[in-house]
């Protein structure tokens, strides 16, 4: 009898233990997938109605770096999409089409595909040159409100913009990921952070960074580099708000300068991933420019 009541008990212990991991793994969204032409993209999801909320991540970044966001708007109503890109996270690796030009018709394809009509559309770092790519074309379905996180239309250096690396700049750093990629990464993350970070968040930007193919990345890292969406500024005809670093507040107040309906906002003492390292603040912005009229 005795070997029944501790048999029992740890058989109650250890169901306990899974049901606490299991409900601690629980995440507030959905993992959703959808089938774009020859990729399929990897999406989360979480909320329900028509106020559509849809974040984009940067260069080699996947749609979990949003994670502060997504429980935030949706408990405020907001129907929340985070995307993989095409080659990032786990939508589908390809060898060509590693464009902006191409993941902005990626993205016209999935908002047509889930009926999505009106949304505020907000990309952080090299997903600002998609969203520049995708509010320039006459085809896509325009956005509400646009939202650009900390990143710039052009990615070299230009006498007349505030900008950009300098050819030996990027050299430097594409021959640093060709040369050791893991530890090039690993630096890339923490260098998204003015303040130190728990070592479980590099982690998770690190091996998200590295499901990209490293081809991939360097065509996604050339289109950036190379590319001058200058003039898409003056095309973008919505509400636009600006979110950006202090030490990236000069490519801000240009961007501002070139865009007609735009508001500048600065978060202080944050680094690149500003809505990770300061999400109250970044969060209160963005929800108050959602209010907006």
């Known amino acids: 009898m005795g070997r029944k009541v501790i048999l029992a008990g740890l058989i109650s212990f250890f169901m306990v233990g899974l049901m606490m991991q299991n409900a601690a793994e629980k995440k507030p969204w959905k993992d959703m997938n959808v089938s774009l032409g020859d990729i399929k993209v990897h999406y989360l999801e979480a909320g329900t109605g028509d106020r559509y909320l849809i974040f984009i991540p940067g260069w080699t970044m996947t749609a979990e770096v949003w994670k502060e966001q997504i429980p935030y708007f949706t408990a405020r109503g907001f129907h929340v999409y985070a995307i993989d890109p095409r080659s990032q996270g786990l939508t589908t690796k390809t060898e060509g089409g590693n464009t902006y030009q191409q993941q902005a018709a990626d993205l016209h394809a999935f908002v047509k595909t889930l009926k999505i009509e009106r949304s505020v559309l907000v990309g952080w770092s090299a997903a600002v040159p998609l969203l520049l790519e995708y509010v320039s074309s006459p085809e896509t379905l325009q956005p509400d409100k646009l939202v650009l996180v900390d990143g710039t239309p052009m990615g070299h250096k230009e006498t007349d913009y505030p900008g950009g690396r300098t050819m030996q700049e990027a050299r430097d750093r594409l021959m640093r990921f060709q040369d050791d990629r893991a530890k090039a990464t690993g630096e890339f993350v923490r260098s998204m952070f003015k303040s130190k970070q728990p070592e479980l968040l590099y982690k998770e930007l690190n091996d998200g960074s590295l499901k990209t193919p490293l081809g991939a990345a360097l065509a996604l890292f050339f289109d950036f580099y190379t590319g001058d969406r200058r003039n898409a500024l003056f095309r973008v005809g919505v509400p636009t708000l600006l979110l950006f670093t202090e030490e990236n507040r000069s490519i801000g107040e240009y961007m501002q300068s070139k865009i007609k309906r735009a508001k ?30």
């Open 264 to 293: 500048l906002e600065i978060i202080p003492e944050a680094g690149h991933a500003m809505f990770l390292e300061k999400p109250q603040s970044f969060n209160q912005i963005l929800e108050a420019f959602l209010g907006e009229q």
